[in-house]
C-alpha cells in the first residue's frame, strides 16, 4: 500500500465537527490502496470526545496522538490531568467569563503567537514525524487547515524531504472574519507563510467554491488547475446502519449556535405554538442537538421554559445521525458567509426529510438548490411562518445523493490525487 503522512490535528477520539472530513478520508482511502498514518492532538481542552469514531477506522490506519499542551490556563490545568474530562451533554459552548486581566492576557497572546495558539505543538509533534520518516518512509503528505500549525508542518516538510504535499482548507486563513487577527508586523509574517503554503502545495482542496477562490485569488489571477474542492460528505453505509432514534422531534437543528446564526425562526415557533395549544392542539415539538454560545443559550431558555423547545446538548456522531433519521423535518440554519457550508448538509440532504433553510445566498444556497424537499426562508418570522405547514406536509423522499458528497467517494478523489503525485516522482 501507499502511504499518507495524514497531518490533522483535530481527529478522534476528538469528537465535534472538525474531525469528521478527515476522519472520513481515514476511513475509506485503505479501500484504495492507501495507507494513512495520522498526527494529532493527543487532547484538546474544552472540546468534547467522540471514542465511536475510532471504531469506525479499519486496523491499517496508524495512529500517532502526540501531546499538545494550548498555551493557556485551561491547556495547562488540562495537561495536569491524566485523562481528559468528556463534555458529555454540556449545553454551552464555553464556561465561565475570563476576568479581564485573564481576557487582556489572551488577547496580547493570540496576536503574536503565528499562525495561531497550535504553534505551541512543534516541539513535541516535529521529533515524532522525523521518527515516522525514518520508520514508515511516507510517499506523500496531506495537511488540513485550521489549526495552522498543519500547514507550517506541511511546508517543513515539503522543503526537507521534497514530499509531495496535499493542503486541505477547512477554513479560510488570514481572510478569518471572527478570532485574534495578528499585529503588525506580524501580521505580514502570517500572510506570507499563507502565501507560501499556496505556491507550494502540490494540490489544494477546499471546502466550499467560495473557499477555493478566496484562497487562488491570492497567488494567481485565474484559477489553477491544482485548486480543487471538496465540500460537504456523509458516510452511507455509517448512516444506513444507524437506527432512528426514540424520542422523535417534529423539527431537529443540529451543530454549533451562536450569535451570527438567524434566529427569528424560534420566534416563529413560538407562536405557532402558541396557536396550536389554543386551538387545542398538541406543541410542536423542536430538539437542539450541539454546542451552543453562551448568550444563545440565555436566548432559547425563554423558549424552552414553553414547553416546546429542548437543548440536548452535545450527541456523539452516533447519536445525532438518530436523532435526524427519527426528525419528521429538519432545520438549517446559516450565519452570512458566502463560502462556508457545513458538514452536515450531507447527512441533511442524504436523510430524505424536508428541509427548513433560513439561509443567505452563496454556496450552500447553490448546493441546496439543487435538490427538491428544501423549502428557504428568510430571517423573518412572518415569512416562516408562512412556509412551516408545508414543510409538515411534505413527505420523506428516496435517500440518495450524488458520487461527490459521499465520504467514499470523496476518499476515492484524494486517492486518486496521491496516485498521480506518486507518478511524477
Not at 456522531?317 to 440554519?333: D, F, G, M, V
Request: net charge positive; charged share 25%; glycine share 8%.
Amino acid at each position: 500500500m501507499k502511504k499518507l503522512l495524514l497531518i490533522s490535528p483535530y481527529f478522534p477520539p476528538l469528537g465535534g465537527s472538525g474531525v469528521f472530513r478527515l476522519h472520513r478520508w481515514a476511513k475509506y482511502l485503505p479501500e484504495f490502496g492507501i495507507q494513512p498514518i495520522v498526527v494529532h492532538f493527543d487532547r484538546l481542552p474544552g472540546e468534547p470526545l467522540d471514542e465511536s469514531l475510532l471504531k469506525e477506522l479499519p486496523e491499517t490506519v496508524i495512529r500517532y496522538p502526540v501531546r499538545y499542551i494550548e498555551p493557556s490556563g485551561r491547556g495547562i490545568r488540562a495537561c495536569l490531568k491524566k485523562s481528559q474530562t468528556d463534555l458529555g451533554r454540556s449545553i454551552s459552548s464555553a464556561g465561565a467569563e475570563q476576568r479581564g486581566s485573564r481576557k487582556l492576557f489572551a488577547r496580547v497572546r493570540d496576536s503574536v503567537l503565528i499562525p495561531d495558539l497550535s504553534i505551541a505543538w512543534i516541539f513535541f509533534v516535529a521529533p515524532r514525524i522525523r521518527g515516522i520518516f525514518r520508520e514508515h518512509h511516507p510517499d506523500v503528505v496531506l495537511t488540513t487547515y485550521s489549526p495552522g500549525i498543519s500547514n507550517i508542518l506541511g511546508l517543513w516538510l515539503k522543503r526537507s524531504y521534497q514530499i509531495p504535499w496535499i493542503a486541505d482548507f477547512r477554513d479560510p486563513w488570514t481572510d478569518a472574519v471572527r478570532g485574534p487577527k495578528a499585529i503588525f508586523p506580524l501580521s505580514l509574517l502570517n500572510k506570507a507563510l499563507e502565501r507560501k503554503t499556496l505556491a507550494n502545495a502540490d494540490y489544494i482542496t477546499a471546502y466550499s467554491d467560495g473557499l477555493s477562490e478566496m484562497l487562488w485569488k491570492k497567488i494567481s489571477a485565474t484559477k489553477l488547475e491544482k485548486f480543487i474542492t471538496l465540500g460537504p460528505a456523509v458516510d452511507i453505509a455509517k448512516f444506513d446502519q444507524v437506527s432512528g432514534a426514540e424520542t422523535a422531534f417534529d423539527l431537529v437543528y443540529t451543530g454549533a449556535l451562536d450569535r451570527d446564526y438567524p434566529c427569528e425562526v424560534f420566534s416563529a415557533l413560538s407562536a405557532l405554538n402558541q396557536k396550536l395549544v389554543s386551538s387545542g392542539g398538541k406543541n410542536f415539538r423542536v430538539g437542539i442537538a450541539g454546542k451552543i454560545a453562551p448568550e444563545c443559550v440565555k436566548f432559547l431558555q425563554s423558549f424552552q421554559s414553553e414547553g416546546w423547545l429542548f437543548l440536548l446538548g452535545y450527541l456523539s456522531h452516533l447519536e445525532t445521525i438518530s436523532l435526524i433519521k427519527s426528525a419528521r423535518a429538519l432545520l438549517l440554519l446559516h450565519p452570512e458567509k458566502d463560502w462556508w457550508v457545513p458538514g452536515k448538509v450531507a447527512e441533511y440532504l442524504y436523510s430524505g426529510k424536508p428541509i427548513l433553510a433560513v439561509v443567505g445566498q452563496g454556496d450552500i444556497r447553490k448546493i441546496l438548490g439543487r435538490f427538491d424537499r428544501v423549502v428557504f426562508a428568510k430571517d423573518d418570522k412572518e415569512e416562516i411562518l408562512s412556509v412551516l405547514w408545508g414543510i409538515l406536509s411534505m413527505k420523506e423522499s428516496e435517500r440518495i445523493l450524488p458520487e461527490e458528497f459521499t465520504a467514499r467517494g470523496q476518499a476515492g478523489k484524494i486517492a486518486g490525487l496521491i496516485e498521480s503525485l506518486i507518478k511524477k516522482v
